[in-house]
Structure formats: C-alpha cells, structure tokens
C-alpha cells in the first residue's frame, strides 16, 4: 500500500517561514510526479506548486511564486514545499499529492499551516 504522510505544519506569524515534509512509503518517489495542494475552509482543494520526477521540472501558482520552493530527495523518498513569507491567506490544510507512472495517483492526509496576522 502506497502512503504519503504529511508534516510540517504549524502556527507561524505573517511574515515566517515553514518547511513541509512529504515522506512516501511502499512505492519509489523517483518514479512519480509531486505536488503540493491546499484547502481553506468553504474553498476548493488549489495547486500550489509541482515538481517532476527527476526534480528538473517545477510550476507554481501564481500567488506563491516567489515565496514557495517545492524540493525533492529521492534519494530519502521525500519531498518538501519550503514556505517563506507567508501570509494569514495562506492558512489552509496542505495536502501533498504523488502521481506513480503505472499506478496513479496519492493523496496524503494534510497538514494544517495557520498564519497568524
């Protein structure tokens, strides 16, 4: 069984910084696409940011490009969606997501991030 755990989140003041964990297990992260979603109360899950499986490729949404950095460590079958800057708008539960050529997609259960203002 495939499984993504989250961790990372907290309370943070505007302007701090956290650094979330993904940590994969029963399947290689080197075959799999990663990404970072997000969902605040009575809002939609968005994109936040994704990487390739080979980490040359990343994307982000528009409104954390610059603040967000979205990492990977195959070799530790993890990944990492380092925040900076953040602002109360980004409190949300953050979900980090793999898609595994040949088996699909997983989702992991989130982590809660609350910016304080």
């Known amino acids: 069984q495939v499984q993504l755990v989250e961790s990372g989140g907290g309370l943070v003041q505007a302007g701090g910084s956290l650094r979330l964990s993904c940590a994969a297990s029963?399947?290689?992260?080197?075959?799999?696409?990663m990404g970072w979603f997000r969902q605040s109360p009575g809002k939609e899950r968005e994109f936040v940011a994704v990487?390739?499986?080979?980490?040359?490729?990343?994307s982000y949404a528009d409104f954390v490009k610059g603040r967000f950095t979205i990492a990977r460590d195959n070799a530790k079958n993890a990944g990492y969606l380092q925040m900076n800057s953040l602002k109360p708008e980004d409190t949300a539960v953050y979900y980090c997501?793999?898609?595994?050529?040949?088996?699909?997609?997983?989702w992991g259960r989130g982590t809660q991030v609350t910016v304080s203002s």
């Open positions: 997501n793999a898609h595994f050529r040949g088996y699909g997609n997983v």
């Open positions: 029963g399947r290689t992260l080197s075959n799999a696409s």
């Open positions: 990487i390739s499986s080979s980490g040359n490729t990343t």
